[in-house]
């Protein structure tokens, strides 16, 4: 199941790691991720969470927040998730992801 290892108390962290690696200095690559993202969280989460303007963190804060692997599985697939709705990808973003 998707996100099962996710409580709806880290969801904001999880987002806010989502929106480091994936949004890029001047905003999403497209006005889908963020909407998309924010369906997931609400639907699975039962969270309302705004991924255009929420804070982000960067991806080693993140390796801090979410040690268990299966965490970091979860924002992995977030990520490419993300990712996959842009084409063809910037080369801000490979940089970003593959960090």
Not at 24 to 43: K, S
């Amino acid at each position: 199941m998707f996100l099962a290892h996710t409580s709806i108390e880290q969801a904001e962290q999880l987002a806010a790691a989502v929106a480091g690696a994936a949004r890029m200095a001047d905003g999403w690559c497209t006005d889908f991720q963020p909407y998309f993202l924010g369906l997931i969280f609400r639907e699975l989460l039962g969270v309302e969470i705004d991924f255009k303007t929420i804070r982000s963190i960067r991806v080693d804060e993140a390796a801090v927040i979410f040690p268990d692997h299966l965490q970091r599985k979860e924002l992995i697939e977030l990520l490419v998730l993300t990712e996959v709705m842009v084409n063809p990808i910037p080369p801000q973003l490979e940089r970003s992801l593959e960090n």
